[in-house]
T-cell receptor, first 112, second 111 residues
Framework: EAQVTQNPRYLITVTGKKLTVTCSQN?????MSWYRQDPGLGLRQIYY???????DKGDVPEGYKVSRKEKRNFPLILESPSPNQTSLYFC???????????FGPGTRLTVL | TQLLEQSPQFLSIQEGENLTVYCNSS?????LQWYRQEPGEGPVLLVT?????EVKKLKRLTFQFGDARKDSSLHITAAQPGDTGLYLC???????????FGQGTRLTINP
């Protein structure tokens, strides 16, 4: 089954404790991205990757890092989380930057 | 400032009623996508419209792309509780290689 998986689905952590949210897709898509979703603001892109070892900032990249060492995986790293990073996070993959986005199920992060 | 403004942001209606949600912009888009997001899940693509004036139907859902490609609408006929969810429009601006999302319309259909 074609899918995007994210782990964990739920995470409660404290300020400053480094965390990683994993994302994996099995559709051989070149393009992957991370979004955060906040009430009233819709989906805002954090980072995206056009291919292996090619990443770039989206609209709200501050406080986040990503890597793309393999085509299927695109982890999101919060080196020092802060409460304003409390949000619902989605990973997405697509054949290209503007095509259909295939979203993961989301990760709800709470930073205390 | 949102490039794509969706209205209304919230809508709660009774089963069987009709409704329309809107996605508006001052910019021209080369294509526009509509997604539905159900609780606990990621958005799922419903339809993509690419031609000004284009109308696409998906069972009881009718999608229209404005003639000037600056706006789109989603009309649901005889809404069902299963239509409940967050509806998101997303567009590709002309000359850009970037998908931008509206803030969404949260729709609740009451039995």
């Amino acid at each position: 089954e074609a899918q995007v998986t994210q782990n964990p689905r739920y995470l409660i952590t404290v300020t400053g404790k480094k965390l990683t949210v994993t994302c994996s897709q099995n559709m051989n898509h070149e393009y992957m991205s991370w979004y955060r979703q906040d009430p009233g603001l819709g989906l805002r892109q954090i980072y995206y990757s056009m291919n292996v070892e090619v990443t770039d900032k989206g609209d709200v990249p501050e406080g986040y890092k990503v890597s793309r060492k393999e085509k299927r995986n695109f982890p999101l790293i919060l080196e020092s989380p802060s409460p304003n990073q409390t949000s619902l996070y989605f990973c997405a993959s697509s054949p290209n930057q503007v095509g259909t986005q295939y979203f993961g199920p989301g990760t709800r992060l709470t930073v205390l | 400032t949102q490039l794509l403004e969706q209205s209304p942001q919230f809508l709660s209606i009774q089963e069987g009623e009709n409704l329309t949600v809107y996605c508006n912009s001052s910019s021209v888009f080369s294509s526009l996508q509509w997604y539905r997001q159900e609780p606990g899940e990621g958005p799922v693509l419903l339809v993509t419209v690419v031609t000004g004036g284009e109308v696409k139907k998906l069972k009881r859902l009718t999608f229209q792309f404005g003639d000037a490609r600056k706006d789109s609408s989603l009309h649901i006929t005889a809404a069902q509780p299963g239509d409940t969810g967050l509806y998101l429009c997303a567009g590709v601006m002309v000359g850009a290689q970037k998908l931008v999302f509206g803030q969404g319309t949260r729709l609740t259909i009451n039995p």
